[in-house]
Every structure is written in C-alpha cells, then in structure tokens.
C-alpha cells in the first residue's frame, strides 16, 4: 500500500493550489481517503476526507468552504482543490486511507485514523 502526494508548491496569500494524492495497492474507492497536514513545528493535523460509501465529504473548521475533496477512481487517485490559502496554510500535507473504513470519522478525528504512507508534499503560502 502505497501513496505519492503532488501538486505542493508556494504560492501568494490568496491563492490556489490543487495536489493530488495517488494510490497503489488499493483502490480509493474502497476507503474513506483523507488529507492532513503537519506545519513546521507543529503537531499534525487533519483537514478533509472523503467518504466511499457515498462520497460525502468532510472538512475541519480551519478549511471548510476553501478546500474542496475529490476522487477520480478511474485514476485512483484523491484531489485537494485548495483556494484562499493564508500562511497560515503553510505545511506539508499528506493523504491516505482510512483503513477498514468506508465512511469518514467526524472532523475531528481525520487525523487520529488517516494512515499516512507517502513522503507529502510541501505547501508554502507567503509573499
């Protein structure tokens, strides 16, 4: 099982950034698939996931309403459209599986059960 996060970069307060999270050895249609993050120095942190079962989504506080999930199973792959982005976005961010799981936890709990398995990628906001 296997992951390879893309699509980081730095970009302007303001901005927008799309990565993208692609999966070997399993399918993301058959888990819940989620995105956090770890800024420097901090501890990490969830942000969004997306269910299986019935592609609900789910966002944490600090991203809801400027990040958008998506799954391409064709691709097998999970997107994170990320507009608005501050500074205060700045982190590497990681995707994976909840494994055993179709549907996602409440936001509060994406963090405490994606499995992260790839080496993330690096977003930086700044000016």
């Known amino acids: 099982v296997e992951v390879v996060e893309s699509g980081g970069g730095l970009v302007q307060p303001g901005g927008s950034l799309r990565l993208s999270c692609t999966a070997s050895?399993?399918?993301?249609?058959?888990?819940?698939i989620g995105w956090v993050r770890q800024a420097p120095g901090k501890e990490r942190e969830g942000g969004s996931c997306?269910?299986?079962?019935?592609?609900?989504?789910y966002y944490t506080e600090f991203v809801r309403g400027r990040f958008i999930i998506s799954r391409d199973n064709a691709k097998n792959t999970v997107d994170l459209q990320m507009n608005s982005l501050s500074p205060e976005d700045t982190a590497v961010y990681y995707c994976?599986?909840?494994?055993?799981?179709?549907?996602?936890?409440?936001?509060?709990?994406?963090?405490?059960?994606?499995?992260?398995r790839g080496q993330g990628t690096l977003v930086t906001v700044s000016s």
């Open positions: 050895g399993f399918r993301v249609g058959d888990y819940a």
């Open positions: 997306i269910s299986s079962a019935d592609t609900t989504t």
């Open positions: 994976g599986p909840i494994s055993g799981h179709r549907l996602c936890p409440v936001p509060r709990d994406i963090n405490r059960y994606v499995e992260v």
